[in-house]
């Protein structure tokens, strides 16, 4: 089965993009962010921001999974 990168709902701190990536390259998820901040501020935080929130937009959310319950 193929992965899918998705926005993770429940490891999110704004909009779940870096989870998200996280998730996808199978990394921390403290990295990162630790990345995004540091090239957000080496970058004069606008192209960071911008890519953020069409990150934000296109990526789609990921479908939170049913528990059974027996």
Do not use: H
């Not at 990536?21 to 403290?30: H, K």
């Not at 990295?31 to 069409?54: N, S």
């Amino acid at each position: 089965m193929a992965k899918k990168l998705t926005r993770s709902m429940e490891n999110r701190m704004i909009g779940g993009v870096c989870a998200g990536l996280a998730d996808y390259f199978d990394i921390d998820v403290s990295l990162v962010r630790l990345i995004f901040v540091g090239i957000t501020l080496v970058t004069a935080l606008v192209p960071m921001l911008i890519f953020y929130l069409i990150a934000w937009i296109i990526i789609p959310a990921k479908k939170a999974e049913t528990q059974k319950t027996e």
